[in-house]
Nanobody, 115 residues
């Protein structure tokens, strides 16, 4: 089993920044991928960004150039630096850990962009 603990969500004005963190614990193996998904009200959950344990990254087109995903393998922690935030970035953000065709999810953290 893998446990994921997220932190860093909140309320920020348009154009602002937030940094999300997600620490994984339990049965951690490599190679793996960790990432962030988000779900806005009335919409399906979508990939925001992902990073493998070899540091290959993947971003949704809507966040390219604004968000940066990174990870610390020694700490089993993934980060999402979000800059130039827009109201449409408002959603619950979920941390994901993917290995051997299995997915584990965090509890989610609310990100609200509003003036």
């Amino acid at each position: 089993q893998v446990q994921l603990v997220e932190s860093g969500g909140g309320l920020v004005q348009p154009g602002g920044s937030l940094r999300l963190s997600c620490a994984a614990s339990g049965s951690i193996f490599r190679p793996n991928a960790m990432g962030w998904y988000r779900q806005a009200p009335g919409k399906e959950r979508e990939l925001v960004a992902a990073i493998t344990s070899g540091f290959t990254t993947n971003y949704a087109d809507s966040v390219k150039g604004r968000f940066t995903i990174s990870r610390d393998n020694a700490k089993n922690t993934v980060y999402l630096q979000m800059n130039s935030l827009k109201p449409e970035d408002t959603a619950i953000y979920y941390c994901n850990y993917h290995i051997f065709s299995m997915d584990y999810w965090g509890q989610g953290t609310q990100v609200t962009i509003s003036s």
